[in-house]
């Protein structure tokens, strides 16, 4: 068997005979600027981190969208003598998130950055914002929810509940030592 030499010892060929293109398919369907692939997970914790509430959704619907689906699907519901409070980022600003928080007994603290950083300097209490996000991030140290290759929602969930129950779990004990 005879490999056949390729002209100029080895490089790649460049030149406008040498490329191979691909014919496109005028059926092929193009993807919409803004549309992502992929899974999202709305979250509620307590003010330690505990995951009160999960749910997951696809990646291109808006957080205020999955706001109702995520309050209502708590594990625990909170005593009827205190009203809890939500702290949420500027994505939850608007009406219909506002409407969606105080219909379901919580005293909204919906704040930009700014503000926050504002009431940080004023010495008054900041919205916790980063509690959600040190969940998140402990829901990223399972590297089998980095990255979701599952393909049906239902057993990614059910790998979420397991995450969250072990995160539960970790934030019950104590470890003494």
């Known amino acids: 068997m005879r490999w056949k030499e390729s002209p100029g010892s080895g490089k790649v060929l460049t030149e406008h005979w040498a490329k191979h293109l691909w014919?496109?398919?005028?059926?092929?369907?193009?993807?919409?600027?803004?549309?992502?692939?992929?899974?999202?997970?709305?979250?509620?914790?307590?003010?330690?981190?505990?995951?009160?509430s999960l749910v997951v959704s696809?990646?291109?619907?808006?957080?205020?969208?999955?706001?109702?689906?995520?309050?209502?699907?708590?594990?625990?519901?909170?005593?009827?003598?205190?009203?809890?409070?939500?702290?949420?980022?500027?994505?939850?600003?608007?009406?219909?998130?506002?409407?969606?928080?105080?219909?379901?007994?919580?005293?909204?603290?919906?704040?930009?950055?700014?503000?926050?950083a504002a009431d940080l300097t004023a010495k008054r209490h900041p919205a916790r914002r980063w509690v959600v996000e040190r969940t998140h991030s402990w829901f990223n140290r399972f590297r089998k929810l980095l990255v979701s290759f599952e393909k049906t929602t239902a057993s990614f969930v059910g790998l979420l509940s397991l995450a969250a129950a072990l995160i539960c779990w970790r934030q019950s004990i104590s470890i003494y030592g």
């Open 23 to 52: 014919p496109k398919s005028a059926s092929e369907p193009i993807r919409p600027i803004g549309g992502k692939k992929g899974r999202k997970r709305s979250l509620l914790v307590d003010a330690r981190g505990v995951p009160l």
């Open 58 to 116: 696809g990646a291109n619907r808006h957080d205020v969208k999955l706001l109702p689906s995520t309050l209502d699907a708590m594990v625990m519901r909170t005593p009827d003598t205190v009203q809890p409070h939500l702290c949420a980022d500027a994505g939850y600003k608007g009406q219909p998130a506002h409407h969606a928080i105080v219909a379901r007994g919580y005293k909204p603290h919906v704040k930009q950055r700014r503000e926050e």
